[in-house]
């Protein structure tokens, strides 16, 4: 069992004028203490959760008309032992898929049967759009995979001398650890030649990342080694094929009636940090604390490592409205959409249901009002969809690092920033560990409309939305804009030019029921 470990929650704690925080831990203290919440069901859509992590199991939503394992689709709802949630990326058979192509590879295969080795000049002008859109998906799909393939290469060859390094130094140097101490007392003792200059090396490198153990670079090259590969290997590789152990016909757009129960799946590493920033049991005294202490949070697999297909996040939404509820965290996101209108026929449904959907936007440094990302917070039509709040990333220092160099912005598109860079919560395990991404700023979000609705229940979709983006703390603080040195005032970043704020946000709320009770 690991400690509390709220000190680490950065984003818990009160903005001053050096941080940015979103004052949880204080709005449960003033402003909530003698107020008795009702449970709101959040849905997380994402590449899966582990159900049994100490700090989630007493959380989770639970079926209430399913019989867990019996084999039967008890509620009579579509799908069998959903007791737990879904998984629209797994074969009946209990396999699932892990890995997928990147939607523009996708398109690119589709496209390549009908218009490699043709001439544009020949095709008819209704052809030639689509012509276009077939050299630009190969043109990037070549591009990203020989670039992934020489990035993989490369750092499989640094981590495969840096651990042989390491290893032989643990032996020469009698330890079951490498850290700075250890390395800085070799450096300093050490006359065999052969020896300091690889712990010099090591310290270096050290150094340079700002850690104090040869475990964490170990571990940080491991993750990397595998992204590179995912990337060369599976989502730009248009040989790849790992949607056929899910049994559907993919191109069928109605189709509902697939997937499994399993919503952790082999690799829920992102959906569980993401849940237990959310809602991780408050009351344990274990591990992390999350946003909000009434959640019970509805699993729904449905992003693979690679990009999620529109069917399937069509089905989740559709599934978790559905089933309840009432709050959906989006974690996810593309730059293609070639099925958009069924992404949008289900955010229309979930709209007419009073859902309310936050949405992460994305972590490629771009202005998303002139970029392409998907699921877009607007409509094909152009009009904004008005139960969706799409999120950035911040990070802890009131300075110009406030804004998180990898996040999308966006003055019209973007309505709110919140802590996403350095966030402290659960992986598969039971274990915890720090991760950065609007995918984490997203669910922050979340938990704070989770709070609002479980204390004020009355509150509509629309009344947390204008609570939210009203209450958020506005920062003027001179930043670098994401993926350039441009000066910008951060202000200039999202709809609202501001950071979400619980405290404000509740305090909002309670004004406006105090408000509302003496005009009765």
Do not use: C
Not at 66 to 90: L, P
Not at 187 to 193: I, P
Not at 211 to 232: I, P
Request: proline residues 4%.
């Amino acid at each position: 069992m690991a400690a509390l470990a709220q000190e680490t929650q950065w984003y818990l704690q009160d903005k001053t004028d050096n941080t940015a925080g979103i004052s949880v831990e204080r709005t449960y203290r003033e402003l909530l203490k003698d107020r008795k919440p009702t449970p709101v069901v959040v849905a997380v859509i994402d590449g899966g959760i582990d159900t049994t992590h100490e700090d989630l199991r007493r959380v989770l939503w639970v079926n209430p008309k399913e019989i867990a394992g019996n084999g039967k689709d008890d509620d009579k709802n579509g799908y069998v032992d959903d007791v737990h949630g879904w998984n629209f990326i797994g074969g009946k058979d209990g396999r699932n898929v892990d890995y997928e192509t990147a939607e523009v590879t996708r398109l690119y295969v589709q496209l390549k049967p009908k218009y490699e080795g043709k001439d544009r000049k020949s095709l008819k002008p209704d052809q030639q759009k689509e012509y276009d859109l077939y050299v630009k998906t190969k043109a990037e799909v070549e591009k990203n995979q020989s670039q992934y393939k020489a990035q993989y290469q490369g750092i499989s060859q640094f981590a495969a001398q840096f651990t042989g390094a390491v290893s032989m130094l643990k032996k020469a140097l009698n330890v079951t650890k490498l850290d700075t101490l250890t390395l800085r007392k070799a450096a300093d003792t050490l006359t065999n030649v052969s020896l300091k200059r690889p712990v010099l090396g090591i310290l270096q490198i050290l150094n340079q990342q700002g850690v104090a153990d040869t475990d964490v670079v170990m571990g940080e090259l491991e993750k990397a080694n595998d992204q590179l590969k995912a990337r060369a290997e599976y989502n730009y590789n248009p040989e790849f094929d790992g949607r056929s152990v899910v049994g559907d016909n993919p191109s069928d757009m109605n189709q509902r009636d697939y997937g499994n129960a399993d919503i952790a799946g082999s690799r829920p590493d992102h959906g569980t940090h993401v849940a237990g920033i959310i809602g991780a049991d408050r009351t344990n005294n274990l591990g992390v604390k999350g946003i909000a202490d009434a959640v019970q949070i509805m699993g729904v697999r449905a992003v693979p490592d690679g990009d999620e297909r529109d069917k399937d996040v069509a089905n989740a939404i559709r599934y978790a409205v559905d089933n309840g509820a009432q709050i959906i965290n989006m974690s996810f996101g593309k730059d293609y959409s070639p099925q958009r209108n069924v992404v949008e026929e289900a955010e229309r449904y979930a709209l007419a249901k009073g859902v309310l959907m936050v949405h992460a936007a994305g972590n490629d440094g771009k202005d998303i009002d002139t970029a392409a990302n998907y699921p877009a917070p607007r409509f094909i039509d152009g009009s904004a969809i008005a139960n969706v709040i799409t999120v950035g990333a911040s990070a802890l220092p009131n300075t110009s690092d406030l804004v998180a160099s990898f996040s999308n912005y966006g003055k019209q598109n973007v309505d709110v920033f919140a802590p996403g860079k350095d966030i402290y919560s659960t992986v598969p395990g039971s274990k915890y560990e720090n991760n950065s991404g609007t995918s984490m700023a997203s669910p922050v979000v979340a938990g704070v409309a989770a709070v609002l609705k479980s204390y004020f229940p009355k509150l509509t979709y629309a009344d947390i939305k204008r609570i939210i983006l009203q209450s958020a703390t506005p920062y003027s603080t001179k930043v670098t804009r994401p993926e350039s040195t441009d000066v910008v005032a951060f202000a200039t970043l999202s709809k609202t030019g501001g950071i979400v704020n619980l405290y404000d946000a509740v305090k909002m709320a309670l004004a406006e029921e105090a408000s509302s009770g003496k005009a009765k």
